[in-house]
Every structure is written in structure tokens, then in C-alpha cells.
């Protein structure tokens, strides 16, 4: 069966430190994997998604970057995080298009 | 803009009400899916129904149903008997073709508080 790992839970980082959140899936080959985050009281706003290895596109602006080195892995950046990148971090993954999301137990990340 | 429009931002009903979840959605695309997510306080969301356009039937699924009418553009969700296991955020959620990786596109969620 397929499983979504996302580390860690929970995060604390000051102010213009780096971030590193890592997402897996398991039990698929060659998944859409998708970077969503939720900020406090407001819905789920899509960051980035890839449709393959090294494939990454960004939808909004923003401190982030995102990878996707393997085929099951992807994993959110940033170089010097804001207070405003403090949020809800999920990942998801499907298989093909227009299909429901698989999201893995995400990350709260708080920016002081 | 706005694709997936979730006017109601919290309910409160006491348990065995029935409570409906009201999702209005934008598209010029023919073919669509249209999604609803549970996200309870543990924060992981769980999937509930996927529907595409070309599916206009109505969905029963135990205390849970869905009202999809294209006329109107709406996506309703009803919780019929409501239980205090059901207190969760409900997103619902738009996937287009011509949109970005075919992600769901989500509204900003419904807070449903259920009272014993």
C-alpha cells in the first residue's frame, strides 16, 4: 500500500535561518507530488507541484524553493526564512491527473 | 480569483442536527473534478468524495450526501445526524484541466463545530 511521510511534525526557526522539510512516498512510482501550505484560519494555498524528477514549478512568488532529487522524494526550501513563512506545511501526492490527493500529516512551522 | 468559494466560515450545530456545507466553484473548463476534504484537529486531511463533471448524480454515503448542480455551479455537502466526531474543517476542492499540474485548487474551508 501507499504511504506519505513528512518530517518534521513540528518547527521552530528563527528569523532569517534555512529550512529544509522533506516529503516520501511509498508504495508508488512516479507520483505528482505537491507542496501546500495553510496559514493560520485560511485555506490551502498550492506552493509548488512536480510531475517528475527535477520537474518543479512554482505557483506563487515567495522565500521557498522546492526538489525533487528522487522519484518519491521532495523537499521544501528556503534560504532565509520570513515571519511570514510561518504556516501549515502539507505535502501530497497523486498518481496521474485530476485525481484525489494523498496528503501526509504536514508540518507546523512557526517563524519567530 | 477566487475559484472555490466557501461563503460560510464556521457552523455550529448541536449533535443530530443535519448541517450543509454550502461550495460554489468558477470554471470555463467542460471537464472538471470537484473534490471535499475532512480535516479534522489532528490536521491531516481526509479525502471524502471526488466527482466529475459529467456526473451530476447525487451521492449518498452513510450520514454524508452530495448535491452537485452545474446550473448553479455548487457542490453542496450534507451531514445528516451530525456527531461531535464530525467537528472538522471541510474543504472543498476544484482540479481543472488546464490548470497547474491538475492540483486542487482548495476554498478557505468550513469550520463545523458539532455540540453534544
Known amino acids: 500500500s501507499q504511504t506519505i511521510h513528512q518530517w518534521p511534525a513540528t518547527l521552530v526557526q528563527p528569523v532569517g535561518s534555512p529550512l529544509s522539510l522533506e516529503c516520501t512516498v511509498e508504495g508508488t512510482s512516479n507520483p505528482n507530488l505537491y507542496w501546500y501550505r495553510q496559514a493560520a484560519g485560511r485555506g490551502l494555498q498550492l506552493l509548488f507541484y512536480s510531475v517528475g524528477i527535477g520537474q518543479i514549478s512554482s505557483e506563487v512568488p515567495q522565500n521557498l524553493s522546492a526538489s525533487r532529487p528522487q522519484d518519491r522524494q521532495f523537499i521544501l526550501s528556503s534560504k532565509k526564512l520570513l515571519l511570514s513563512d510561518s504556516g501549515f506545511y502539507l505535502c501530497a501526492w497523486s498518481v496521474g491527473f485530476n485525481e484525489k490527493l494523498f496528503f501526509g500529516s504536514g508540518t507546523q512551522l512557526s517563524v519567530l | ?116
Not at chain 2, 470537484?34 to 479525502?47: A, D, N, R, T
Not at chain 2, 452513510?62 to 455551479?73: A, E, H, I, L, V
Not at chain 2, 474543504?91 to 455540540?115: H, M, Q, R, W
Request: glycine share 6%; with cysteine.
Open chain 2, 1 to 116: 480569483a477566487q475559484k472555490v468559494t466557501q461563503a460560510q466560515t464556521e457552523i455550529s450545530v448541536v449533535e443530530k442536527e443535519d448541517v450543509t456545507l454550502d461550495c460554489v466553484y468558477e470554471t470555463r473548463d467542460t471537464t472538471y473534478y470537484l473534490f471535499w476534504y475532512k480535516q479534522p484537529p489532528s490536521g491531516e486531511l481526509v479525502f471524502l468524495i471526488r466527482r466529475n463533471s459529467f456526473d451530476e448524480q447525487n451521492e449518498i454515503s452513510g450520514r454524508y450526501s452530495w448535491n452537485f448542480q452545474k446550473s448553479t455551479s455548487s457542490f453542496n455537502f450534507t451531514i445528516t445526524a451530525s456527531q461531535v466526531v464530525d467537528s472538522a474543517v471541510y474543504f472543498c476542492a476544484l482540479s481543472e484541466g488546464s490548470n497547474s499540474g491538475y492540483a486542487l485548487n482548495f476554498g478557505k474551508g468550513t469550520s463545523l463545530l458539532v455540540t453534544p
